[in-house]
């Protein structure tokens, strides 16, 4: 649902990820040669020194291919586990406390009123079994994700693998927030962008919740086929050499009023020194830092706006709030876990 933009290729091979997280792929090892030029071998270290985003996409999706499968896994096992204490086959077990839970499906006039409300050209009589069939398949769904909720909760799973995660440059960026805070949510987005705009509100409560334990920073990524987000970004950072910057970051959101003359307006709205912000806004002064935070969206292998940094680790803004609170939980817990000395990555 993310709105796509134009990037370099993803890098294929997965590698192993060393410090940046656990793999199960111990082929390459860091100081491993990968490569030799002459008689100078080159190693993973080597390029996660020289080019630290480069591989930083590959080792994300295969640490989440590895989780899922992990996860997987994982419900086997919980679910055989529980059979061998039922003294059931896993099939049985399913049926006792998961199908057995199903509700009927519903009546023909109730499928009706679901074939209505459908775009199709096909008669009802075909149409009606395969709303029955989907959902029924999302009932037992839900009631088999509640099931193994609770196998969950009675045998309980700890993840060990761990999220790769990269430093975030924080150069030319304002952050708000408590500066002790211990994670920082790095947010790469778009003004123009209707995902980003819709997903906003969610922040702003995000923001009231968390507040002393989350602390925030955005990053510009004016996607070219967005006419007014560039200057749009520009104007924020116009504002924040008048001290202003998270003002008019905030305006721009909630009124989406982009273009420059209504960017001029905003300005005096917020009572900055017109001059000043007209002139910086015109002359483009502030458009190297928005080149240098899209060439590093760009760098970092980002597919779209809104994408997110919690302490590094990266997340799409494809998120649900809860998702995007249940992650901040996970990582509030590891942070304040942490021995004393210890840092959460950055």
């Known amino acids: 649902m993310t709105k796509r933009f134009v990037l370099t290729a993803l890098v294929c091979a997965l590698l192993p990820s060393g410090a940046h997280g656990a793999s199960m792929n111990e082929g390459n090892a860091p100081g491993t040669p990968l490569a ?76 009706r009123l679901y074939f209505e409300g459908l775009d199709t050209a096909e008669p009802f009589d075909v149409v009606a079994p395969k709303i029955a069939q989907h959902l029924r398949e999302r009932r037992i769904a839900k009631i088999r994700g509640e099931y193994m909720q609770k196998l969950r909760a009675d045998m309980p799973v700890v993840l060990k693998i761990e999220a790769p995660r990269t430093a975030i440059s924080l150069d030319d960026t304002p952050v708000r927030g408590d500066a002790n805070a211990p994670l920082m949510l790095v947010e790469y987005a778009d003004y123009e962008c209707p995902y980003c705009q819709q997903f906003q509100p969610e922040l702003d409560k995000l923001e009231a919740e968390y507040r002393g334990r989350v602390k925030f920073a955005f990053k510009d990524v004016p996607l070219p086929n967005h006419s007014h987000a560039q200057k749009a970004a520009e104007a924020t950072h116009c504002a924040g050499v008048q001290n202003k910057y998270w ?95 210890e840092r959460a990555a950055r």
């Open 36 to 111: 030799m030029v002459g008689t100078r071998p080159i190693t993973l270290t080597d390029l996660d020194t020289h080019h630290p985003t480069a591989l930083f996409q590959a080792r994300t999706a295969f640490y989440e291919a590895e989780k899922k499968a992990l996860e997987d896994y994982i419900e086997e096992v919980l679910l055989q586990e529980q059979a061998n204490r039922e003294k059931l086959s896993v099939e049985e077990l399913l049926k006792v406390h998961v199908i057995s839970k199903v509700a009927p499906d519903p009546d023909k006039e109730s499928l």
């Open 247 to 341: 003002e008019f970051h905030d305006l721009l959101f909630s009124t989406k009023e982009i273009d420059v003359d209504q960017l001029k307006a905003g300005a005096r709205k917020l009572a900055l020194n017109t001059d000043a912000f007209n002139s910086c806004l015109d002359s483009g002064q502030q458009a190297p830092i928005v080149k240098s935070q899209f060439d590093e969206a760009q760098k970092l292998g980002l597919q779209g706006t809104p994408s997110f940094f919690l302490n590094g680790r990266f997340f799409s803004g494809s998120m649900s709030y809860e998702q995007l609170r249940q992650i901040i939980d996970t990582e509030l817990a590891s942070a304040t876990s942490k021995k004393p000395g």
